[in-house]
């Protein structure tokens, strides 16, 4: 047997794909062609960072979701979130929005007006969770945990916030469907924070400075996968920023097409054909736009 002591922490590199969206760059590490997802993670994306000059935001018109919960943690600037369940939601940088999809959720996302006047700047990592299957039509929710009342960890140089499940000897207190490890770290110059290898799959995605992991360099925007059992420490000579993420390994793969997941190809072409006609709720107060489906979605992966 292989001591895991002697193995590199590092099992798969996966460099995003980048989407020019104008005024700003999406870079979406997940689902890749090699690799569909971090369980329970099925996709990672990260958006900016955007500089907007007055009379410009971000305008994600209303668009649909099955069987996923939705993770939006802004790095930078602050989005008005509502949804077809009446919600209307301000996130600002170091809180969580967690919307679960279930049987079917319309979301937008946009600026708020009075940002719109002035330059303003925006950078967020948007990831998606997979619903076990037992959750995957359960009524659609939303919830809001506030940056205040997120773990913080301290020491070594480093700081780390947990934004999902239990890291470091602490517990977000944001909902889990299955077993989910979620964090923000950032390192101070010499600052280091060990890397456990309690859960079945892990990732850390370098969104900013410089890091190496164990003897590993980490570069920019590159989700690296870690080897499970194996844990390691990250370190930073001039500062970094990191995002982990992991959890539970699910029995089943998951269908992704455009915006909805399921362990079902047929239920997938069902939420196809109720968006198309128009079947899903409209999001109160954002009613006079939508997203159409589109000819050839970006977001597949199909086991």
């Not at 299957?133 to 997120?150: G, W």
């Not at 480093?158 to 909902?175: D, N």
Request: hydrophobic content about 40%; charged content about 25%.
């Amino acid at each position: 047997m292989t001591d895991p002591h002697l193995e590199t922490p590092i099992l798969e590199t996966i460099a995003p794909v980048s989407h020019d969206l104008g005024s700003f760059s999406v870079h979406r590490a997940l689902p890749s062609k090699g690799r569909t997802m971090v369980r329970p993670f099925v996709f990672f994306d990260d958006a900016g960072p955007a500089v907007f000059g007055a009379g410009e935001g971000i305008d994600v018109r209303p668009h649909p979701h099955i069987g996923l919960a939705t993770v939006s943690y802004l790095l930078k600037g602050r989005i008005m979130h509502r949804d077809s369940l009446g919600t209307a939601q301000a996130i600002e940088p170091g809180a969580v929005n967690l919307m679960t999809a279930g049987r079917g959720i319309v979301p937008s996302e946009r600026s708020f007006d009075e940002d719109r006047g002035v330059e303003s700047r925006l950078k967020l990592i948007q990831t998606w969770l997979a619903l076990p299957k037992a959750d995957e039509e359960r009524a659609p929710a939303f919830e809001h945990v506030a940056r205040a009342d997120l773990p913080l960890i301290s020491g070594d140089g480093a700081e780390a916030r947990v934004i999902m499940g239990s890291l470091w000897g602490e517990t977000a207190p944001v909902t889990t469907y299955a077993g989910t490890i979620n964090a923000d770290i950032r390192l101070d110059a010499g600052g280091s924070l060990p890397i456990d290898a309690e859960a079945d799959e892990r990732a850390l995605y370098m969104a900013e400075g410089d890091a190496a992991l164990d003897d590993a360099t980490l570069a920019r925007r590159q989700l690296y996968v870690l080897r499970p059992g194996v844990a390691a420490t990250v370190r930073s000579d001039g500062g970094a920023r990191l995002m982990l993420c992991g959890g539970e390994a699910f029995a089943a793969p998951r269908h992704v097409y455009w915006n909805f997941v399921s362990s079902r190809r047929d239920r997938i072409d069902q939420a196809v054909d109720d968006w198309k006609a128009r079947r899903f709720p409209v999001v109160p107060g954002d009613a006079d736009e939508r997203i159409p489906f589109p000819d050839r979605p970006r977001t597949v992966s199909y086991p």
